[in-house]
């Protein structure tokens, strides 16, 4: 048996022979396909999303100065639906004045 096979002959033990089957291609005619109105949408482009509604989020932090001593609980409200971009965010700003930060609770402010 010879390895010695043309790029034909590949093709031909591969895929069969099926001559001619390259060279026949049939284009939809164009009186066959119905006739379709594209019109743009008005409304798409005066689409916005509702004014007034972003979403919240409340997160209440326990702050203070003194390791295990006194604390107090502060309020921020982050205006993302990631809770945690929320308590970084958060975080971020109770380190400007308190030195020990613990995480209380995240909450979704309802509208």
Known sequence: MTTDLTED??????????????SVRVA????????VGVR???SAAKRR????????????????????????LIVHEADTMSTLQAEQ????AARKKFRYVEL????????
């Open 9 to 22: 002959e590949m093709r031909q033990a591969l895929f069969g022979s099926t001559p001619g089957a390259e």
């Open 28 to 35: 939809p005619k164009q009186e066959d396909l119905p006739t």
């Open 40 to 42: 743009p949408p008005a």
């Open 49 to 72: 999303a509702p004014p007034g509604f972003t979403p919240r989020l409340r997160v209440t932090l326990r702050v203070g100065n003194e390791f295990e001593g006194e604390t107090e």
């Open 89 to 92: 965010d958060a975080t971020k």
């Open 104 to 111: 209380v609770s995240i909450k979704p402010i309802g509208q």
